[in-house]
């Protein structure tokens, strides 16, 4: 099952369907959806621009939804706001973006709201974390060391060893890991396009693998290890799907 975000006038709302795009069902209303391991929870945000905003938790069908108590963090004035929550692989933690008056840092905290640790403290923006398959690593985006442009970093889950992944002269963001670790995926700009990306992690190696147009982002890999699933944006039309993915169509580019 794919869970994906649908945003129109009426709001944000959450929807799950098959990769073969039937049985679609509203789960309702939030952004930023990701499965948990056993695909049996989501993880979301939902509320409004407000210290009302926050992380929650739901059933596969979107019933039982309960918010997760995520201690408020007294750095300075300004209001808080969440994104992209993604679950760890073993499922007992949550990764996340908070922004504070505009400085967007990476978070992680246990599905039961204790445990809260701050893993970024500097003044660039940090986004976008996607935790390696054995739990040990994130790897996110961030201008921290690239005059401005957004690089894929790593780190160790308490905030040690960051690591600068990529060093290219252009945006470079949501990163994701292959099923095996030995991979990562990410967009990037390449001569006016935004593109799909693969790297060996050991050779350093990077592929092109989409080459289209449209801006392809946000990819996330298939169990198997074969497959990328890519979000595709064409003619200005936008939806949100794959945990957190902004697409007009589902494009899966096998490998």
Do not use: H
């Not at 905003?53 to 596969?60: E, H, R, T, V």
Request: hydrophobic share 35%; aromatic share 8%.
């Amino acid at each position: 099952m794919i869970v994906f975000q649908r945003t129109n006038s009426s709001g944000d709302t959450i929807w799950k369907m098959t990769f073969r795009g039937e049985g679609q069902a509203s789960l309702g209303a939030g952004k930023n959806p990701d499965w948990s391991p056993d695909g049996r929870k989501i993880v979301f945000t939902a509320g409004g621009p407000s210290n009302d905003q926050g992380i929650f938790l739901a059933n596969d069908d979107g019933t039982a939804r309960v918010r997760i108590n995520i201690p408020r963090v007294n750095d300075g004035p300004g209001v808080e706001s969440f994104q992209t929550p993604v679950f760890s692989p073993d499922g007992t933690k949550i990764a996340y973006v908070r922004d504070k008056a505009n400085k967007f840092d990476i978070f992680v905290v246990d599905i039961n709201g204790s445990g809260q640790r701050r893993l970024t403290a500097n003044a660039g923006k940090n986004i976008l974390p996607a935790w390696s398959p054995d739990g040990q690593k994130l790897l996110f985006a961030s201008d921290r060391d690239s005059g401005g442009r957004m690089n894929i970093f790593s780190m160790a889950t308490d905030g040690s060893g960051v690591q600068q992944v990529t060093r290219r002269n252009s945006m470079t963001t949501t990163p994701c890991w292959s099923p095996d670790g030995t991979r990562i995926a990410f967009s990037s700009v390449e001569a006016g396009n935004t593109d799909v990306f693969v790297m060996d992690l050991a050779t350093e190696n990077v592929r092109n693998i989409t080459r289209s147009p449209g801006i392809d982002s946000r990819p996330n890999w298939a169990p198997n290890g074969r497959t990328i699933l890519v979000d595709r944006n064409e003619e200005g039309r936008r939806e949100r799907f794959i945990s957190t993915g902004t697409v007009t169509n589902i494009i899966a580019i096998p490998l």
